[in-house]
């Protein structure tokens, strides 16, 4: 049965409370490790290595989201980066499901309700954040729910989010925060410093410094002067804003807040246009997340989101698109090699796909998929197209300039989300129950079963 809990109160445990929480934790895990046979080794992944038997108690979780990448995307960048025949660290995960992304209130997801349903395990209205579908959207507040992370943080376990986007976005903010309109950024920003994570990375950084503006916006008032990384500071987060500053880290550090742009983070194109790289890389930040929480054996939630995929989407620019899926899939990488499959469940899924991408024609392997194709008329067609977005109109702001973006069979500013199934890949403990046609949901039961150290079962009925 597909489960969500409404959130009985919304008080952060203590640290005391957590501390012994994490004890007990950690007692639990060291015995499932005795009982438990020894780990099968720490290949990447493959085949029934990556299918370890379960542990009896709370194990580690990490959720993957690639804002936007739908099957298409996957396929695309695994043709330009290593050929129709490569493989991309996805391609190894042994354990694929479809899944159904559709909102409470329609057959297209905002990344607000998609990201509630995997965070909450409830299905809600489109721009909607962590409440269940009576919410109605900037008119008044749903039944709250409460998301895996808090949950998690409840039974002890060190919880981290990281994004390429601003932290306050509507994606990771699904797994710290409630609100009917995920455009409260502010108001979010001041959640995310009272919820009970040990690590929150990404960019936004203009939502907590003083600086509000001139008439309300996205939920700050002008009277609103609180310096939240101050606040931040007063509970207990060390605030980094640079790569130095994160490297430079000691390690006793309990909480890290780490907001390394105003807005979101740049772009990872290889572009010759890209200016110098400050903020760190996705990889970058995923090695230090996970070397930080698993620290002492103490299992761990982390929730990883490439938010940028997304919004090369609906750009419509193909080769950033390309560079944001193959970044987030060397992070997917690095964290197959730091995880152990015995203890530890890997999700990668996407929350929705992004303006209708295709790849058609028929192209050589030699001739790729940059350019197009002649048909039997002579006449030329694109081989990479969109269905709906500003086309080739976008190209004076695209990293690749003229060479990045592709045509929009639907002209408009934007591309817009899609409702196409997308994939999901399981990898480790537990990660057998990934099959199937699933709601979006059953992403939360598999996290929730994990966490719980109990055998997951997804709800295979669509529709619930
Ligand atoms: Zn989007």
């Given at each position: 049965?597909?489960?969500?809990a409404?959130i009985m109160?919304t008080?952060a445990p203590t640290?005391l ?8 934790a950690a007692a639990?895990l ?7 046979p020894a780990?099968q080794?720490s290949s990447?992944a ?11 108690a709370?194990?580690?979780a990490v959720?993957f989201?690639?804002?936007?990448m739908?099957?298409?995307?996957v396929t695309?960048t695994?043709?330009a980066r290593?050929g129709s025949?490569g493989?991309?660290?996805l391609?190894?995960?042994?354990y694929?499901a479809?899944?159904?992304?559709h909102?409470?209130d ?8 998609s ?6 395990g409830?299905k809600?209205v489109?721009?909607?954040l962590?409440?269940?579908p ?10 709250r729910?409460?998301?895996i992370?808090?949950e ?5 376990l060190?919880?981290?989010?990281v994004?390429?986007?601003r932290?306050?976005?509507?994606t990771?903010a699904?797994?710290y ?11 979010i920003?001041?959640q995310a410093?009272a919820a ?14 003083p ?6 916006r996205?939920g700050w ?6 310096d939240?990384?101050?606040a931040a500071r007063a ?7 640079t790569?130095p500053?994160?490297?430079a880290?000691r390690?006793?550090?309990?909480k ?9 983070l740049p772009?990872?194109?290889r572009?010759?246009?890209?200016p110098?790289?400050?903020a760190?890389?996705?990889?970058e930040?995923i ?8 620290r002492?054996r103490?299992?761990?939630l ?5 938010g940028?995929?997304?919004?090369a989407g609906h ?5 950033t698109?390309v ?8 992070a997917?990488?690095?964290a197959l090699?730091r995880?152990?499959p015995?203890?530890?469940?890997l999700l990668?899924t996407?929350d929705h ?7 058609s024609?028929?192209?050589s392997?030699?001739e790729?998929i940059?350019?197009?194709y002649?048909d039997e008329q ?5 081989i990479?197209t ?7 109109s976008?190209a004076?702001?695209?990293?690749y ?7 929009s069979?639907s002209?408009g500013p ?7 199934d997308v994939?999901?890949?399981g ?9 199937g046609?699933?709601?979006?949901t ?6 929730r079963?994990q966490?719980e150290?109990?055998?997951a079962?997804?709800?295979p009925?669509?529709?619930?």
């Amino acid at each position: 049965m597909l489960g969500s809990a409404a959130i009985m109160s919304t008080d952060a445990p203590t640290s005391l409370d957590r501390g012994a929480a994490r004890l007990v934790a950690a007692a639990f895990l060291l015995l499932a490790f005795a009982c438990a046979p020894a780990p099968q080794g720490s290949s990447p992944a493959g085949g029934s290595a990556a299918a370890a038997p379960r542990a009896a108690a709370a194990g580690s979780a990490v959720l993957f989201i690639g804002d936007g990448m739908g099957p298409a995307y996957v396929t695309v960048t695994r043709v330009a980066r290593h050929g129709s025949a490569g493989h991309l660290h996805l391609d190894d995960l042994p354990y694929t499901a479809i899944l159904r992304t559709h909102s409470s209130d329609g057959p297209v997801t905002d990344s607000a309700a998609s990201a509630t349903a995997m965070a909450c395990g409830r299905k809600t209205v489109n721009w909607v954040l962590g409440e269940g579908p009576d919410a109605v959207y900037r008119r008044h507040d749903g039944t709250r729910l409460e998301s895996i992370a808090l949950e998690a943080a409840r039974r002890g376990l060190r919880i981290g989010v990281v994004t390429t986007a601003r932290v306050t976005h509507a994606t990771p903010a699904a797994f710290y925060a409630v609100s009917d309109d995920r455009d409260r950024e502010r108001d979010i920003a001041r959640q995310a410093i009272a919820a009970p994570l040990d690590l929150l990375l990404g960019g936004g950084r203009r939502f907590f410094l003083p600086r509000p503006p001139k008439t309300e916006r996205d939920g700050w008032l002008p009277s609103d002067g609180e310096d939240l990384e101050d606040a931040a500071r007063a509970r207990g987060w060390t605030v980094v804003t640079t790569l130095p500053g994160l490297r430079a880290l000691r390690g006793g550090e309990e909480k890290i807040l780490g907001l390394f742009d105003d807005d979101h983070l740049p772009y990872e194109a290889r572009a010759p246009s890209m200016p110098p790289r400050a903020a760190p890389t996705l990889v970058e930040m995923i090695r230090f997340a996970i070397d930080r929480l698993r620290r002492d054996r103490t299992p761990f939630l982390l929730v990883v989101e490439g938010g940028r995929i997304d919004h090369a989407g609906h750009e419509n620019w193909a080769r950033t698109l390309v560079d944001e899926t193959a970044a987030f899939d060397d992070a997917v990488g690095v964290a197959l090699q730091r995880l152990d499959p015995a203890t530890t469940l890997l999700l990668v899924t996407a929350d929705h796909e992004t303006g209708g991408l295709a790849m058609s024609g028929y192209p050589s392997e030699q001739e790729g998929i940059w350019g197009s194709y002649r048909d039997e008329q002579g006449v030329s067609h694109p081989i990479l197209t969109f269905a709906r977005g500003p086309g080739l109109s976008g190209a004076a702001r695209a990293p690749y300039g003229k060479d990045d973006p592709r045509p929009s069979a639907s002209h408009g500013p934007d591309g817009a989300h899609t409702g196409v199934d997308v994939p999901l890949y399981g990898w480790g403990h537990g990660a057998d129950q990934v099959h199937g046609t699933l709601e979006n949901t059953a992403v939360y039961e598999l996290l929730r079963a994990q966490i719980e150290g109990r055998p997951a079962v997804p709800d295979p009925r669509p529709g619930s």
